[in-house]
């Protein structure tokens, strides 16, 4: 029973630190090429061939080696890391990965490719740039080959804020706890492990045994989740790091078994267990399943949500399949004239600021319109105009948005230049905000235009919001989907210039942005282009893995709590089964019997209970009530499982217990 | 022979004995007495390996078992024990509890013939926390009967056990010293002490 609930919670134990290492293994590898390269990254878009053969007789002549990095969107998302002749293998052991493709629950498929400069070519004819090479060697060759490439290209050193590594506090809290299970495991054991060794077996061949079978069932149960787990999440990249961690939990776990070698043989066997070690050990891990129980149900209902967004993005998905999201930013040698110009002339460089800003907003302008007269365009944006208007539920949609809308909210929009698009429940400030910015529009482009006002019940929608401040992903657009938002619909959007925003969505393809963007010399701008349905299967798998990534977590803290009540009741009973044999003699009732361990069971609930609350409140999502219907839940479970197995027991003839062998 | 030499065990700040020094010859049936808390069978634990002295030496055929953790491993590979709790594992059957005897530390007998010696043949699938006190210590005797041992240690083997089940124990005890088993047992029953060669008042 014992060894079961251990494996089977060590079991879940693995499958959590697999899925948050495993989610987090891409970051940990770009980090650690950049700790062992050094990066040059190319600020403008160049010719690949041209960098190629460049890159190729810069590393032989300055005795360097590295790579350099070609990313591949045209079949998912492919990384090349395309390697100086014969490093290839000294490359791939020293970033500790190989040729593989995985998957992760939140950012989709990945392939990385490890490629002989000779096999350039394959890679190169898809629609792919060239951004970085990474390069090691002498300091001052590597110096030397920088300034070379420099003379040539607008290269920069780049740097990267490198991301903690908390696959360390998610491992050490699983070993921890299957090493508190292992505690239990061995303190419950104690006692049969003296009587086998009180009959001449050997101990150091039971520690052996015992560590042995350990060391196969964690291998196994690894081995399996990984292989499972294989095509979900990326543990191909932490295959070092779990044999790491296993070889840890294995010398842990056998030191543990050592402590038998300390244990008087004879006070063991005259004691059934150490009930004082075991018991609060038992409780611990008890109160651990119970709160993350409950606040794993607190946020059940969110399930919906997921569901209705993930509904919302496939229908998105449907009518915008065939358009990318083109997002437009500084190029980074706009950014470096600009910089030059604040540094360089402090005096007259705001005036030569302002002409560069307004070079590049004309330039962005350019770029929208001629992408507007050669192909099909839309803004389905979030309301980003006010500070703090984050938390606005507006949607600025434009031009070919509309049937998209019309089949959301079964609403025709009207002929007029504006509709204004509002939901049964709305909010009052989000409709001033809305109507306030409508009247801005009006005053900057010096119009009256017409506004149709129109009502829909509720629907939810796609849109591209801008992220920034403490955000996991800082200053970047990301696909969202707002729930009943009012939408300000403006056929065209072009004349007015997109409203500044720096997004538009469009059916023009990746390799014509660039061109346009080539061919017109606008040197202010850099693109990055992504298409919706790469986007919004990513919303999709995003939404749909954290559906399942949330029944996973809640089944197995469930079978966690169930498995550590039940083996508490079983335990309690064991043990205290002389005690109750008295009171049963002397006449005490069933109720007083058991009365310390309903207290116990009562109390660790309402422990759970208070200790929930607190982290809910610590998150703002202080829900009193509902903690208080899953703790009566919780104390009914426990008080159940309790009268079955003590009904159970009870028929066993339990004072049969001071007969003959009482201890 | 086991020869006991100015053994001390201390407790914290209890005393349990001093300098004791005795002798047993080998074949003998020796029978530790005295008064409750007096240390009787922490002296056959001792002897036994199953603890530690806190000062002195107990040298069995020779060696010196306080020495050497491995002689006392090898000891008990020849040692048998009777406890009065009967040291069963109770979440298993009696068949179980036999088998966990080591393969190369068993007599020649098979299971099923040393549960007949003690009359619980049928009881070989039973769990033992189904057998009643007297049963429970056949089992043990059972056990016993199954290691090979030359010295058997029987702390209060008929404690707990009602005069039918307590004359089988004591029975085969002394068939167990006839065939050249050195037998210590500890007990307070003046009745018992009768049966022993030698009695050391502890």
């Known amino acids: ?663 | 022979m086991i020869e006991v030499r100015n053994l001390t065990k201390v407790y914290g700040d209890n005393i349990i004995f001093n300098n004791v020094s005795f002798n047993i010859e080998n074949g003998s049936f020796v029978v530790f007495s005295g008064k409750s808390g007096c240390g009787k069978t922490t002296m056959l634990n001792m002897i036994g390996g199953l603890e530690k002295p806190t000062s002195g030496h107990i040298i069995v055929d020779g060696t010196d078992i306080t020495k050497n953790k491995r002689k006392i491993e090898y000891l008990r590979q020849k040692t048998g024990f009777l406890f009065q709790n009967f040291a069963l594992i109770d979440n298993k059957t009696v068949k179980k509890n036999l088998e966990i005897i080591a393969r190369k530390n068993r007599t020649d007998k098979t299971v099923d013939d040393v549960l007949n010696e003690v009359s619980m043949l049928d009881k070989r699938d039973s769990m033992v926390y189904t057998l009643s006190g007297g049963e429970q210590q056949r089992v043990a005797l059972a056990r016993l009967l199954f290691k090979k041992c030359e010295i058997v240690f029987a702390d209060e083997p008929t404690g707990s056990l009602d005069k039918e089940n307590a004359e089988i124990v004591i029975r085969l005890l002394k068939k167990m010293n006839k065939d050249g088993k050195t037998v210590i047992m500890v007990t307070h029953d003046e009745e018992l002490k009768s049966i022993g060669d030698n009695i050391i008042n502890l």
């Open chain 1, 1 to 663: 029973m014992i060894k079961g609930i251990k494996y089977s919670a060590a079991a879940i134990l693995f499958l959590i630190f697999l899925v948050f290492c495993g989610e987090t293994a891409y970051t940990s590898f770009i980090d650690k090429a950049f700790d062992e390269f050094n990066s040059i990254y190319f600020e403008k878009v160049y010719e690949n061939d041209e960098i190629i053969e460049d890159f190729a007789a810069l590393t032989k002549k300055h005795d360097c080696y590295g790579y350099l990095t070609i990313y591949d969107y045209s079949d998912g998302y492919s990384e090349i890391y395309c390697c100086s002749e014969g490093d290839t293998e000294r490359i791939k052991k020293k970033l500790g990965a190989d040729n593989c493709s995985f998957n992760t629950i939140l950012n989709g498929s990945y392939k990385l490719v490890f490629a002989d400069m000779s096999d350039i070519e394959k890679y190169t004819e898809n629609d792919c740039i060239i951004q970085q090479i990474l390069i090691d060697g002498d300091v001052n060759d590597i110096y030397s080959l920088y300034k070379e490439l420099d003379s040539k290209y607008e290269v920069s050193w780049e740097g990267t804020t490198k991301n903690s590594d908390k696959c360390i506090y998610v491992g050490a809290i699983c070993i921890l706890l299957i090493l508190l299970l292992d505690i239990y495991d061995i303190i419950n054991k104690k006692r049969n492990v003296c009587i086998s060794v009180s009959v001449g077996n050997s101990l150091c061949g039971i520690i052996f045994k015992e560590a042995v079978r350990d060391i196969i069932i964690y291998t196994a149960t690894g081995a399996l989740l990984i292989w499972v787990l294989s095509g979900y999440t990326a543990v191909v990249l932490i295959k070092d790091k779990i044999c790491i961690y296993l070889a840890v939990l294995f010398a842990a776990n056998t030191a543990l078994y050592l402590s038998y070698y300390f244990t008087n043989i004879s006070s063991s066997i005259k004691n059934e267990n150490d009930s004082d070690t075991i018991m609060p050990i038992n409780y611990t891990l008890k109160v651990i399943s119970c709160c993350t129980l409950m606040i794993l149900i607190i946020f059940s209902g969110k399930i919906k949500t997921l569901k209705s967004q993930y509904e919302c993005a496939e229908k998105f998905n449907k009518y915008f399949s065939g358009y990318s999201r083109v997002e437009l930013s500084e190029s980074p040698l706009w950014v470096r004239k600009i910089d030059s110009y604040i540094t360089d002339t402090p005096d007259r460089g705001s005036n030569n600021v302002t002409k560069l800003i307004d070079q590049e907003f004309e330039e962005q302008l350019r770029f929208f319109q001629l992408t507007d007269e050669q192909s099909d365009i839309f803004l389905m944006n979030g309301y980003n105009f006010e500070t703090g208007s984050r938390g606005r539920k507006i949607i600025i949609a434009s031009d070919c948005a509309d049937k998209y809308i019309s089949s959301c909210t079964d609403i025709d929009l009207s002929d007029k230049d504006i509709t204004i698009l509002i939901p049964a429940s709305y909010n009052l400030g989000d409709l001033h905000a809305a109507k306030k910015w409508v009247k801005y529009i009006n005053k900057e482009n010096n119009k009256n235009l017409t506004v149709d006002e129109k009502h829909y019940s509720s629907a939810r929608f796609i849109s591209f919001e801008y992220i920034s401040g403490d955000s996991l992903i800082k200053d970047d657009y990301i696909i969202s989907s707002v729930d009943s938002p009012i939408i300000i619909y403006f056929p065209k959007a072009a004349e007015y210039g997109f409203f500044y925003y720096q997004s538009i969505q469009t059916n023009m393809s990746k390799n014509d942005s660039n061109q346009l963007i080539k061919n017109e010399g606008l040197a202010s701008l850099f693109t990055d282009i992504s298409t919706v349905e790469t986007l919004s299967n990513g919303y999709m798998r995003k939404q749909y893995s954290e559906i399942t990534t949330y029944l996973i977590l809640l089944i197995s803290c469930a079978f966690y709590y169930l498995t550590s009540s039940l083996s508490l009741v079983f335990l309690d009973i064991k043990l205290n089964k002389k005690e109750r044999a008295i009171s049963y003699s002397v006449g005490n009732s069933i109720f007083s019997r058991y009365a310390d361990i309903i207290l116990k069971l009562t109390g660790s609930a309402i422990l759970s209970g208070a200790i929930s609350l607190y982290i809910l409140y610590n998150i703002h999502q202080f829900r009193a009530g509902m903690i208080a219907v899953i703790m009566a839940e919780v104390i009914l479970t426990d008080l159940l499982m309790l009268s079955f197995i003590a009904y159970m027991n009870e028929k066993r003839n339990t004072i049969k217990i001071l007969k003959g062998g009482a201890l």
